[in-house]
Structures are given as C-alpha cells and as structure tokens.
C-alpha cells in the first residue's frame, strides 16, 4: 500500500447484528472497513457510507468497546428469547476479522472470549484470509460450536494477489488451515468469488480442490462473482491499468450461461469427493439475463 492507512479508534453502538448473509443469522463486525483491498470485495460499497471520500483498503474503524457492547447484547437477546443459542454468528461482513492491525488491537479475539465467557450454545463461524486467526487457536478451543473458514480464490500466491491486494498470500493460509485441522478445529474454504481466470475448467477447480482436502478441509462454499454496477466499475478501473484482456473474461462470466457451465462443472468434480458442499449449492446474488 503506498498511503499510510488511516485509523481511527471509535465505539460501538451495537456489535451483534441481524445478517442478511446465506446461512448466517447474526453477524459481528469488529471493525469496519479492511485494509486487504480486494478489488472484487463488496464490502468496500456496503462499509463505505461511513467514509464517502476515502478509498477502500486506505482506513480502519477499530471498535474498540466491541466486547463490552457485544456482553451486553448477548445479555439482552438470552433474556429476550430465552436461549443462549441465537442461531449462526459470523464474523465479519464488512471486514476480515483478523485484518492485520487485529495483532495489536485484539478486538476479534476480545469478542470470541466474550462469547466464550457467556457460554454461547449456537454456531460461531469466522471467516478470514489471515493466518493470525491461529493465534486465537486456545479460546476456539474453548467456543462449544465454532468452524473458521479461509477466503481462497487461487492457489498460486502471485495470482492471489493481483486481486487480493494486500492480503496475506495463499500459502500462508494453507499452512493456517492444517494448522487448525491439527488443534482439532472444523475448518471450510470459501472459494469466493469464483474468478474467470483461475478457475477455468475441470482441470483447474480439480486441483483446487486436491490441495484442499490434503490440508484437511471437508466443507467448501463457492460463490460466483457478483458484478454490480459498483464493484464493476472499481473492478474494471483496476482491470485497465494492470491488465485490461480480463475484463473480457470477467464479462463473460457475469453471463446466465457461464454460470450454469459453471455449476455442472463443479457438481462433477465435487461428486466423487468426501467435501461437504456449503449450503448444497453455488452462491449466487441475483438472476442473470440470457444472451440474446
Ligand atoms: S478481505 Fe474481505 S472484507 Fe477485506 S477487502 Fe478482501 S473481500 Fe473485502
């Protein structure tokens, strides 16, 4: 990143709140925005009301009084509804988790203690693309139901990062996966979104899914791209100035007819294999139009 990033330290009004995300019921966003500045990430349209002018991946809110909030609206829905079981809480929607500065703020892990310590009964899942999750290895021990899951989107490092900017690479996050496979953790990948020139056809998606299994992941979510009007044209931006052929192959995939090529090729090559297939089908955001 050629800018410093710009932190900001700020509190919390409400930390647990309803997800409008497949397969998750709530959701805690330790902080907002994300310093990794995926050029595909949704988050950067949904995050960035709070900071109109500024570009995504330059600034951080780090919610510092997180966990005292998150006790407290723990405490409030257990009265309310009676249970410490909620449904599935997932980490995060708007951020990563254990986006860098996570090592020195400690506000994830502040929130899985809290979590911990109120005992909740329902599905924790975190979702990340940083090995730091690791650290954090003693207290999921200690969570009733947790699985942590890995952004992966390629398995080559340098293509990784062309679009995940300034996320950890993909081997770290391989070795992170073994790791937590090892402490006895559950574990799935997230192969999200699925990119037009990495995941070109049986062959590659077959690899994938190879390296996967043999660092212990038995469930794997997939999702296609999702090109709204606004992440295209950050997308696109980029596209023209680092290598503008893509932008071909990420109009073809945001046809109706790639996506059905796509979901037969992957029912084929997951049919033989012991992966869980996350939610039994492909994530998709909204219909697409037919080609004329
Ligand atoms: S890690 Fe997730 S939230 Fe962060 S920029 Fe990438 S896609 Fe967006």
Not at 41 to 54: S, T
Not at 98 to 118: H, M, N, P, S, W
Not at 253 to 264: F, G, H, M, S
Request: hydrophobic share 40%.
């Amino acid at each position: 990143m050629s800018q410093s990033p710009k932190i900001n330290l700020v509190n919390a009004v409400a930390i647990l709140t309803k997800s409008g995300l497949p397969g998750a019921d709530w959701v805690i966003n330790p902080y907002n925005g994300c310093l990794f500045g995926c050029m595909y990430c949704y988050a950067a349209q949904i995050a960035r009301w709070k900071h109109p002018d500024e570009k995504w991946g330059t600034y951080l809110d780090v919610k510092i009084n997180a966990s005292e909030v998150l006790k407290k609206d723990l405490e409030r829905l257990a009265k309310k509804e009676g249970t410490r079981d909620f449904g599935e809480i997932f980490f995060s929607s708007v951020t990563d988790p254990y986006v860098g500065l996570e090592a020195k703020y400690k506000i994830t892990r502040q929130c899985l203690e809290t979590l911990r310590d109120f005992g909740y009964e329902g599905n924790i899942s975190i979702q990340t693309k940083s090995p730091l999750v690791i650290r954090d290895i003693d207290i999921l021990k200690q969570l009733k139901k947790v699985i942590v899951g890995f952004t992966i989107t390629a398995l080559d490092d340098e293509v990784s990062q062309f679009l995940e900017v300034n996320a950890p690479t993909i081997s770290s996050r391989l070795i992170a996966l073994e790791k937590l496979h090892k402490a006895g953790i559950n574990t799935y990948v997230f192969v999200g979104p699925l990119l037009p020139h990495v995941i070109k056809n049986k062959d590659s998606l077959a690899k994938l899914l190879d390296k996967l299994e043999s660092v212990g992941v038995k469930e794997v979510w997939f999702e296609h791209i999702n090109l709204s009007t606004k992440i295209k044209n950050r997308l696109y931006e980029y596209l023209e100035k680092k290598n503008s052929k893509l932008i071909e192959k990420f109009e073809i995939a945001n046809t109706q007819e790639y996506r059905d090529e796509l979901d037969k090729i992957i029912t084929e090559v997951m049919k033989d294999r012991k992966l869980r297939l996350g939610l039994g089908q492909v994530i998709h955001h909204k219909k697409l139009k037919r080609r004329q």
